[in-house]
Antibody
Framework: QEQLVESGGGVVQPGRSLRLSCATS????????MHWVRQAPGKGLEWVAA??????????YYADSVKGRFTISRDNSKNTLFLQMNSLRAEDTALYYC?????????????????????WGQGTLVSVSS | EVVLTQSPGTLSLSPGERATLSCRAS???????LAWFQRKPGQAPRLLIY???TRATGIPDRFSGSGSGTDFTLTISRLEPDDFAVYFC??????????FGQGTKLEIK
């Protein structure tokens, strides 16, 4: 059974840091791109960051709202995805989900990022407040 | 950025009825890179439909997706008690610009 379990959320003061983890099981983690997605209270879902499995995870992409403050990474030996969140702001308060990218193929090539997301984890809650 | 607008915000129906949920994009969604998800409190979002109309593995055939370009629809033909939840659409694709609709809450009337 393919499963994603997030952890590491909590209450943190503005300007501080937090590291989220996403433990995966039931699939070959090192052959999939992965994402973080969040939902702030009363708002819609927002894509946060993505990481490819290609290039030892050096291909990373970020939403403008977190670029320069958040870092996505992965440890393929532990089947785990991470999100390092620095310089946290009140507007980063949200439920954070990790999700697997199923990738997509064209007639000439296949890509590990850009497909639909499945499965997702249940989320971990981050609250930034003084 | 493609903005996805879902309607209605809340849909009140009874078990056995047909539900029609809309997801409208601000610009054409290439190659129908549109997915639908179901979300219940405390649970992981569940993939229902991808490619605008392809049911995910294990999804009952009472769920169907349709549409292309800028207008997409999720239809649940005969509502069961377990179907009452929040549904959201998502745009994906090679652009790596992933956006989501704000969701439709399907509640029991």
């Amino acid at each position: 059974q393919e499963q994603l379990v997030e952890s590491g959320g909590g209450v943190v003061q503005p300007g501080r840091s937090l590291r989220l983890s996403c433990a995966t099981s039931g699939f070959t983690f090192n052959t999939y791109g992965m994402h973080w997605v969040r939902q702030a209270p009363g708002k819609g879902l927002e894509w946060v960051a993505a990481i490819s499995y290609i290039g030892n995870g050096n291909n990373k992409y970020y939403a403008d709202s977190v670029k320069g403050r958040f870092t996505i990474s992965r440890d393929n030996s532990k089947n785990t995805l991470f999100l390092q969140m620095n310089s946290l702001r009140a507007e980063d308060t949200a439920l954070y989900y990790c999700a697997r990218d199923l990738g997509y193929c064209t007639t000439t090539s296949c890509h590990d990022l850009g497909g639909w997301f499945d499965p997702w984890g249940q989320g971990t809650l981050v609250s930034v407040s003084s | 950025e493609v903005v996805l607008t879902q309607s209605p915000g809340t849909l009140s129906l009874s078990p056995g009825e047909r539900a029609t949920l809309s997801c409208r994009a601000s610009q054409s969604v290439g190659s129908n890179y549109l997915a639908w998800f179901q979300r219940k409190p405390g649970q992981a979002p569940r993939l229902l439909i991808y490619g605008a109309s392809t049911r995910a593995t294990g999804i009952p055939d009472r769920f169907s997706g349709s549409g292309s370009g800028t207008d997409f629809t999720l239809t649940i033909s005969r509502l069961e008690p377990d179907d009452f939840a929040v549904y959201f659409c998502q745009q994906y694709g090679p652009s790596l610009l992933f956006t989501f609709g704000q969701g439709t809450k399907l509640e029991i009337k």
